[in-house]
């Protein structure tokens, strides 16, 4: 966890800006902060095995030139009610 500390936090001030981003958006905001970046594999990996964020649905479009279903993700309740008090 400690070598994507800086990614998940990025991930999360994102997340509570905008509330809900999918898979593509984060790789290319953290892409577009980070001068090192990461891979489509670690932001799978980065929202899939850490507890503040949740599956939130999947959407169909056109990304990088062909059409990908990607996931949709937010922050989990847990976090939400956490980010409101």
């Not at 599956?55 to 937010?74: D, N, Q």
Request: proline residues 1%.
């Amino acid at each position: 966890m400690s070598r994507t500390r800086r990614l998940r936090g990025e991930v999360l001030a994102l997340l509570e800006d905008k509330g809900t981003a999918n898979t593509v958006e984060i790789f290319d905001h953290l892409n577009d902060r980070f001068r090192w970046g990461a891979t489509m594999n670690q932001v799978g990996n980065i929202m899939a095995k850490d507890s503040r964020f949740s599956k939130v649905g999947h959407v169909r479009g056109p990304f990088r030139g062909s059409v990908y279903t990607v996931c949709v993700w937010g922050l989990s309740q847990k976090e939400t009610t956490l980010v409101i008090s």
